[in-house]
């Protein structure tokens, strides 16, 4: 996807989202759609979006998808309190799918083709599917097709108790075998990032967050939900000294391991949402948007053959790549023309490796005090398709209270070496 100029103005107007929770924590009992539906009943009643035809479309996605949740988002929209006859779509793009969701939804309302619509994305770690061992279902389904009672029986005959095994999802490429962790470790190694600037990272992530609770920022943001008003994995108290004392817990086999839980983020179960318009659709309600979503840019890295072979090109790197690109063609410069950067912290090394790469393909150096100003991926945690959403409307909300023209960057890294990335925008 080319960085472009939308023809029409695509406006953010807020977002809604429940706190984030660590896995097999306060939501370990909760589906996706659960968890989607609470944050779009929370966008719902906060602007009133249960009138017919209020919203156009419904875009959202989840990355650890069970079979019941075949055609979640309109699955979501028939649970929620929004009109029943709003469409719906999903969408998948491993990390990134809060966000693609987000630009999808922008290019109908850019194109005039909807007036509004709600995009994010929900994941669940807790409530993960277990599939059905993959022997255990070749003989199913040659029972299945046996023309006999016998045939049927002579199939499920040869079922053995290791064929009861249920097939659990890793947290692994299928190309390489290696979790996220790991290629991250692979990529720190090859860019040289220590263990103290990435816990300095994810000290200043936790504080942030923490300043912004305090402050009332989320108040219009955050719904509660089963127990919880704020983010379960937000500790306020974190400091570079007390994550100095965790162990490495990935590239553990290396002279110097660096990655711990305290600057990697944390299996999550959350949703987020956010609600996009046209600027006739906003005024017809009074309402002010927040920003504008103006420019957006996807990327890929061949992971395989270059993080696997100790280079540059890791498994999180495609956002050194796409916002470059995204940059040349929207004709901004990240020093002089954004005043906000969002980088999505699958870890803490990840955002430095990248921040590192934008240096060494000519982009100037991102000044920290503009960096994730109000918490983090590692503060927060990270549901895989709810980040993109979080982000959005966090950023959105940021430039806003500037109370004066701005400009935000956003980036995402995603599994299977790709990238989204956007550009928002308060005239």
């Not at 993080?307 to 796409?322: C, I, K, N, Q, T």
Request: charge should be negative; aromatic fraction near 4%; charged fraction near 25%.
């Amino acid at each position: 996807m080319s960085a472009v100029r939308f023809p029409r103005r695509v406006a953010v107007i807020g977002g809604s989202r429940i706190p984030f929770a660590r896995s097999d924590g306060p939501y370990a009992t909760v589906s996706d759609q659960q968890m989607l539906t609470a944050a779009l009943d929370g966008l719902t009643d906060r602007y009133r979006l249960e009138q017919p035809g209020a919203v156009g479309e419904f875009v959202a996605g989840a990355v650890l998808e069970h079979s019941r949740d075949f055609n979640l988002a309109r699955e979501t929209v028939l649970g929620s309190r929004l009109d029943p006859r709003t469409p719906a779509y999903d969408i998948q793009q491993a990390c990134g799918t809060g966000l693609q969701a987000i630009v999808a939804a922008a290019n109908k309302i850019a194109l005039g083709q909807t007036e509004s619509a709600v995009a994010g994305g929900a994941d669940t770690a807790s409530d993960v599917p277990l599939g059905v061992n993959d022997a255990l279902r070749r003989i199913l389904l040659e029972a299945r097709r046996a023309k006999s009672l016998g045939g049927r029986l002579a199939a499920l005959a040869r079922i053995r108790p290791g064929h009861l095994v249920p097939d659990i999802p890793r947290n692994a490429e299928p190309r390489t075998g290696l979790s996220m962790g790991e290629h991250a470790a692979v990529t720190a190694r090859a860019w040289g990032i220590g263990r103290r600037e990435q816990d300095e990272l994810a000290a200043a992530g936790h504080q942030r967050l923490a300043a912004a609770y305090e402050r009332g920022f989320f108040d219009d943001l955050v719904v509660p939900f089963r127990g919880l008003a704020r983010d379960q994995n937000l500790r306020p108290d974190s400091t570079v000294e007390r994550l100095g004392r965790l162990k490495p817990v990935f590239g553990t086999a290396d002279p110097d391991p660096a990655m711990t839980a305290g600057n990697s983020t944390p299996l999550t179960d959350g949703a987020a949402l956010v609600l996009l318009a046209s600027d006739d659709w906003a005024a017809e309600r009074g309402l002010r948007p927040l920003a504008y979503l103006t420019a957006c840019e996807t990327a890929a890295v061949d992971f395989v053959h270059g993080d696997v072979a100790d280079g540059e090109d890791g498994l999180l790197m495609a956002p050194a790549y796409a916002v470059p690109r995204m940059l040349e063609r929207a004709g901004l410069d990240l020093a002089a023309d954004f005043d906000l950067i969002e980088i999505h912290e699958a870890f803490a090394s990840q955002v430095l490796a990248t921040l590192a790469a934008w240096e060494k393909r000519g982009l100037p150096a991102v000044d920290r005090d503009r960096l994730n100003v109000n918490g983090s991926s590692l503060a927060t945690g990270h549901p895989f398709a709810a980040t993109g959403a979080r982000i959005v409307a966090t950023l959105a909300k940021a430039l806003a209270e500037r109370e004066s023209p701005g400009r935000g960057l956003i980036s995402v890294c995603a599994a299977g070496g790709q990238g989204v990335t956007a550009v928002l925008e308060r005239p």
